[in-house]
């Protein structure tokens, strides 16, 4: 019997976060456009969903960020959504409709970018391409991050999922945590350097001796931007933004991150203007 499809519930920062892309989004395709030099540019969404949510603040149904890219003028010259869920495949199918420009797959994102999507957006083919890497929680592969940096022609959306990785992976004792988080937390971050980076040795003695303590929110992801700067290789990583749920507690940092100064410039403003308004 097959299950009955339930469309995602998506909370307040969630939903600014689809406004700050789609934002961003339009400015890139508008400076794309406008370039002398004529580009063919795509806009990748590694998360696509099912193309709409439900809001948990007004029981509403909203648009997903498939569809807002899709609403953007004027438009990207091609569309390319990932999603490994078969029924949200279906239903942002129905929604999108047939399109030449559009798109979609079901699998595993990591490999259909690496194998797929991100080959068509190669510097040295006058190719650029705007990225959402917008996961509930450690799902992105470094190897992913740093492929994207390297290639200097596409730029990313990258949600940190800082709640995950405290909950499953930065525990009060690290000797806790389970090997399958630690195989996570490898993948995503790239190595096992994050047990150096991420701890610190407590200046207080206890009973037991020295306890490592976990760096506080801000610190992780201010190791995690010069990261993406120092080993991913690009060139601007502007301050992250911090959204926060209903309690006040940081859920997720979304990260700009790309080699272009006038992006990292419009990012920087339009995460200025939304600063105040990723929580309750």
Not at 13 to 30: D, F, L, N, R, V
Not at 183 to 202: H, K, P, Q, V
Not at 214 to 231: D, G, S
Not at 261 to 269: A, E, H, Q
């Amino acid at each position: 019997m097959q299950q009955e499809f339930r469309h995602d519930e998506i909370g307040y920062w969630t939903e600014i976060k689809h406004q700050i892309i789609k934002e961003y989004a339009k400015a890139y395709s508008i400076i794309m456009s406008a370039q002398k030099v004529h580009f063919h540019y795509l806009y990748i969404d590694a998360f696509a969903g099912s193309g709409t949510h439900k809001s948990k603040g007004t029981g509403e149904f909203v648009l997903g960020s498939p569809l807002h890219a899709l609403n953007v003028d004027p438009p990207f010259h091609e569309y390319h959504f990932i999603e490994l869920r078969p029924q949200k495949v279906e239903s942002l199918e129905k929604l999108v409709g047939p399109r030449s420009d559009v798109k979609i797959y079901l699998g595993d994102c990591n490999k259909i970018l690496l194998e797929s999507v991100l080959p068509l957006a190669r510097r040295e083919d006058y190719s650029r391409a705007l990225c959402v890497l917008d996961p509930y929680g450690m799902h992105i592969d470094w190897e992913v991050v740093q492929k994207i940096g390297l290639m200097k022609s596409v730029e990313i959306f990258l949600n940190f999922p800082i709640m995950d990785i405290n909950m499953n992976v930065l525990k009060h004792r690290p000797e806790k945590v389970l090997p399958t988080q630690i195989e996570r937390m490898n993948r995503f971050w790239g190595d096992g350097s994050w047990r150096d980076e991420l701890y610190s040795l407590s200046p207080q003695m206890s009973i037991f001796g020295e306890e490592e303590v976990k760096v506080r929110n801000e610190q992780v992801a201010e190791v995690f931007r010069r990261r993406l700067i120092e080993v991913a290789g690009f060139l601007n990583v502007p301050q992250p933004l911090p959204m926060r749920n209903s309690i006040n507690s940081i859920v997720y940092y979304l990260f700009f991150a790309s080699h272009n100064d006038t992006g990292n410039k419009i990012v920087s403003y339009i995460f200025n203007n939304f600063k105040d308004r990723t929580g309750f």
